[in-house]
């Protein structure tokens, strides 16, 4: 088996004559995706704190259910006192649990 001499001339001129082709498709293909990879970005972290807000007010409207049912209701302060009515759906079923 005999083993070939490398070009070395012609090997760097593919490796410079890609880059010459190459990085300026590059810089257009970042420049053209930031704006797509901005927005996915922003729509996850927007989705991502509307279930931290969500779940924030399940706990404080459960602590108030809990609160009330220590029999404190005529201590509380009148902006926890609220009707039954008042609480989302989502919180008196998770009470019934």
């Given at each position: 088996?005999?083993?070939?001499?490398?070009?070395?001339t012609a090997v760097m001129?593919?490796?410079?004559?890609?880059?010459?082709?190459?990085?300026?498709?590059?810089?257009?293909?970042?420049?053209?995706?930031?704006?797509?990879?901005?927005?996915?970005?922003?729509?996850?972290?927007?989705?991502?704190?509307?279930?931290?807000?969500?779940?924030?007010?399940?706990?404080?409207?459960?602590?108030?259910?809990?609160?009330?049912?220590?029999?404190?209701?005529?201590?509380?302060?009148?902006?926890?006192?609220?009707?039954?009515?008042?609480?989302?759906?989502?919180?008196?079923?998770?009470?019934?649990?």
């Open positions: 088996m005999t083993v070939q001499p490398i070009d070395v001129g593919m490796a410079l004559g890609g880059m010459l082709i190459l990085i300026p498709l590059l810089f257009a293909l970042r420049f053209a995706l930031k704006p797509v990879i901005e927005m996915v970005s922003a729509n996850r972290e927007s989705r991502r704190d509307r279930s931290e807000v969500e779940k924030l007010s399940l706990r404080v409207t459960l602590l108030e259910q809990q609160v009330r049912s220590l029999g404190a209701g005529s201590r509380m302060p009148e902006a926890l006192q609220m009707s039954s009515a008042s609480l989302p759906s989502h919180a008196s079923s998770a009470n019934r649990e």
